[in-house]
T-cell receptor
Framework: EDQVTQSPEALRLQEGESSSLNCSYT??????LFWYRQDPGKGPEFLFT???AGEEKEKERLKATLTKKESFLHITAPKPEDSATYLC?????????????FGTGTRLTVIP | EADIYQTPRYLVIGTGKKITLECSQT?????MYWYQQDPGMELHLIHY???????EKGDLSSESTVSRIRTEHFPLTLESARPSHTSQYLC??????????????FGPGTRLLVL
């Protein structure tokens, strides 16, 4: 069964304290893995797409990496404005609109 | 940067009322989606469309209906709202790319409360 698991559910960091969020997935075949940021009461904001194991993408303090079983979102020296829920989604190889699976997210709080 | 809009942003309505949630995108994307999201839960696909006059139900059973008469417009309608419909509704769109790879861009969402 295709599924996506994110950990931890919640993470509190001091400003400047680097850490990583995990997204583990099981799909019959991976077409792409997506990271989104979601602020309370708003829609998810696209961050990165990763397509193959070994691929890395960076944007400001965020860096996403991908292996055959999981993806990490590394946050370097976070700031309070990085506080949000980070969602991971996996697109499976099978065709059709039902081939995108979302995790429940990691709620990140960065304390000044 | 994605240009996808949803109205209203917030809606409080009584049981039995008919409501329409609006979604528009200005990017010319062929594929559009409606998701339902409850606090702390994953997004669930309720409807999708691959283009004009194409609509399908997603994996989450929903009493809502959708239409796609124009590429840019994908409204969702609830004929008779119930408290169980209380949720956040998210609209998304994506272009059709070679290889089936697609990135979904989301609107700001509509938070619905049915009393």
């Amino acid at each position: 069964e295709d599924q996506v698991t994110q950990s931890p559910e919640a993470l509190r960091l001091q400003e400047g304290e680097s850490s990583s969020l995990n997204c583990s997935y099981t799909v019959s075949g991976l077409r792409g893995l997506f990271w989104y940021r979601q602020d309370p009461g708003k829609g998810p904001e696209f961050l990165f797409t990763l397509y193959s194991a070994g691929e890395e993408k960076e944007k400001e303090r965020l860096k996403a990496t991908l292996t055959k079983k999981e993806s990490f979102l590394h946050i370097t020296a976070p700031k309070p404005e990085d506080s949000a829920t980070y969602l991971c989604a996996v697109q499976a190889l099978e065709t059709g609109a039902n081939n995108l699976f979302f995790g429940t997210g990691t709620r990140l709080t960065v304390i000044p | 940067e994605a240009d996808i809009y949803q109205t209203p942003r917030y809606l409080v309505i009584g049981t039995g009322k008919k409501i329409t949630l609006e979604c528009s995108q200005t990017m010319g994307h062929d594929k559009m989606y409606w998701y339902q999201q409850d606090p702390g839960m994953e997004l669930h696909l309720i409807h999708y469309s691959y283009g004009v006059n194409s609509t399908e139900k997603g994996d989450l059973s929903s009493e809502s209906t959708v239409s796609r008469i124009r590429t840019e417009h994908f409204p969702l309608t609830l004929e008779s709202a119930r408290p169980s419909h209380t949720s956040q509704y998210l609209c998304a769109s994506t272009p059709i790319l070679a290889g089936g790879r697609e990135t979904q861009y989301f609107g700001p969402g509509t938070r619905l409360l049915v009393l």
